[in-house]
């Protein structure tokens, strides 16, 4: 568990450092790539956007550490 969040704040910080940035057309996208529209309807609340775009700014900091 200690390990899992270091690395949540070591990407939170290159997040940060790089300016990554996060729509609200991409949240919004993979709301509507879930597999079933009960899926799409539970996680199209404020509640759980903020855990979907938590997961998209890792997804681009991942992104971009890969690129160096």
């Not at 790089?18 to 529209?37: F, G, L, R, T, W």
């Amino acid at each position: 568990a200690e390990e899992s969040l270091k690395l949540e704040l070591i990407l939170s910080a290159i997040a940060d450092k790089e300016n990554v940035q996060i729509s609200d057309s991409e949240v919004q996208k993979m709301i509507d790539a879930a597999p079933d529209e009960k899926t799409r309807k539970a996680n199209n609340v404020l509640q759980q956007a903020v855990p979907i775009f938590a997961k998209l700014r890792k997804r681009k900091a991942i992104d971009k550490l890969s690129k160096l």
